[in-house]
């Protein structure tokens, strides 16, 4: 095996590996075929690991996804429509702590 064949391997080997290891760092959410999960996976999850919808206060869920709005606009990610953060916060705030 060459020198450039052993970085391949090692390079999608250590892909395979993080890959594994952030899908063990993603809470299982209640509900998952719900509308609001479904959601709050593709919107939230896709730019960074999910938190447990018990991991926070009701309140604390409006704050941070009124912030992640914001966020969301600074790095030209649509931010979310009006329906989406109803949904998204009326499912965050049945299963919240």
Do not use: F, I
């Amino acid at each position: 095996m060459s020198n450039r064949q052993a970085r391949r391997l090692a390079g999608w080997l250590l892909g395979v590996w993080v890959s594994a290891m952030a899908a063990g760092c993603t809470p299982t959410l209640p509900d998952a075929e719900s509308a609001g999960a479904q959601l709050y996976a593709d919107r939230c999850g896709g730019c960074h690991r999910l938190y447990a919808p018990e991991s926070m206060k009701a309140e604390m869920w409006k704050v941070q996804v009124e912030r992640m709005q914001g966020e969301m606009v600074r790095r030209g990610v649509p931010a979310l429509t009006p329906a989406e953060r109803d949904t998204l916060l009326t499912y965050l705030r049945r299963y919240a702590a």
